[in-house]
């Protein structure tokens, strides 16, 4: 409605403004077959400033060839478009074979309601008359540094496929290859690292025969070597030793190898650690005893790697001087019964063990001690038994650890 002069002016007739859309439930044209069903489904909405949905109804056609003599056809016609503005046709019947090259124009065609007008949207609908199997070989296990072939076989059951297969490892493409008249086609590549691979051809269809795909696993094996060596060495008791296995491909480029170390000393496994990704297993221990220990380590690969036993280490392990903890908190109490003492004290810790605690016994607190007892842990008491009652006796308690080192002695008491 406009005011123009005082007067007004009426305008009749439909807004324009509508955008159309056609969407495919099959939209890969590499994949769909003769026979599957289709769902074709048409959007209606409005792009101007009237906020009202479309109203109205749909008539989907389908135009192909057969030969050069197009074919249309009615999918649906008049149906009405639902409160979102959309309407949809299903199908199986979308022709492919023969003459047919199965190539379908989808047309939607909007009639407009008094609001909007009309319109149409289109769309190409891929149809392929035959389905395809994908087979992948090559040779495995195959040694790094060589060359390997890969063959598909691309095989439909009627016909002779065209086109061509991608090879992949994962979202790395290795190449791209046309298949012969026998719908094979084959890709050599080197310098795959030394590991387990899984391989990927994918047919990409061609307008009568539609996309596979098939997988290989294979491995690519590399020797090893191993080397050991132990730090600090020689260590003091009860110190923290390192073994460190480097573990290497043979060949230069071929990847860090995987799989486990196991570390022995003579035929006594001490641990086994995977080898990380800077290529090394680490084991700390810190339980040998003094003296000379010989230290393999064996690494077992996985994923194509060799197996290689490491170099012999000598570790030294010094002999232990140091003397145990004090014990502490020594004390003497009366009982349990008449003309008896208890003595009671802490534990010493030691890193070679506590073998004994030598209790000495005096009449005067400066006098001559002599050794009473000697009981072993984990018992930290004593009862002294007197021959009579009003007897003094003065005492105090030595650690001796397993290698005979003496610590001082304990509070007098």
């Known amino acids: 409605m406009l ?4 007067g007004t002016l009426f305008a009749l007739g439909a807004y324009d403004g509508v955008r159309i859309s056609l969407a495919s439930s099959a939209p890969d044209m590499r994949n769909w077959v003769l026979g599957e069903k289709v769902t074709f489904t048409v959007t209606v909405s409005s792009t101007g400033l009237l906020l009202n949905v ?31 503005g959309q309407a949809s046709v299903t199908t199986f019947s979308l022709a ?23 319109g149409s949207a289109q769309r190409v609908q891929k149809v392929h008359a035959y389905t395809t199997t994908m087979s992948v070989a090559c040779s495995s296990p195959v040694l790094f540094s060589q060359t390997v072939q890969f063959t598909a076989t691309v095989s439909a059951g009627v016909g002779v496929t065209t086109g061509m297969v991608m090879f992949c490892e994962g979202s790395t493409i290795l190449g791209q290859r046309p298949v012969n008249g026998l719908g094979v086609c084959s890709l050599t590549i080197a310098g795959l690292s030394a590991t ?32 050991l060596a132990s730090g600090p060495n020689p260590s003091s008791f009860g110190q923290s030793v390192a073994f460190t296995a480097r573990v290497a491909a043979v060949h230069v480029g071929a990847g860090i190898p995987t799989g486990w170390v196991t570390f022995k ?17 680490v084991l700390n221990i810190s339980n040998l005893t003094p003296g000379a220990h010989v230290i393999t380590a064996t690494f077992a690969g996985s994923n194509g790697w060799g197996n290689s036993s490491g170099n012999t280490v ?31 004290w802490t534990g010493s810790p030691d890193a070679s063990g506590i073998a004994r605690y030598e209790v000495y016994q005096a009449t005067t607190e400066f006098g001559a001690y002599t050794l009473i007892s000697w009981p072993t842990p984990p018992t930290t008491s004593y009862i002294v038994t007197l021959s009579k009652s009003g007897q003094v006796r003065w005492y105090y308690v030595i650690a001796v650890d397993n290698f005979g080192n003496n610590s001082a002695a304990s509070v007098k008491v």
Not at 54 to 67: A, E, H, K, Q, V
Not at 98 to 111: C, D, E, K, Q, W
Not at 213 to 222: K, T
């Open 54 to 84: 479309p109203t109205g109804s749909i008539t989907f056609t389908d135009l192909t060839y057969n030969g050069l003599t197009p074919v249309t056809t009615v999918l649906a016609d008049d149906i009405p478009l639902d409160a979102s």
């Open 3 to 6: 005011t123009l002069n005082g």
């Open 314 to 344: 000598t570790h030294t392990v010094l002999a232990d001087t140091t003397p145990p903890t004090i014990p502490g908190g020594l004390t003497a109490s009366s009982g349990p019964a008449r003309k008896q003492i208890t003595l009671a």
């Open 196 to 227: 387990s691979h899984t391989i990927t051809a994918t047919y990409a269809s061609d307008t009568r025969y539609a996309a596979s795909r098939g997988d290989i696993a294979l491995v690519v094996e590399d020797g090893t070597t191993t080397t």
């Open 265 to 281: 000393k003579g035929g006594t496994s001490l641990g086994t650690v995977a080898v990380n990704a800077a290529g090394k297993a």
């Open 96 to 118: 492919a074979g023969g003459n047919f090259l199965g190539n379908h124009r989808i047309t939607a065609s909007y009639r407009g309601d008094v609001n909007f007008t009309g």
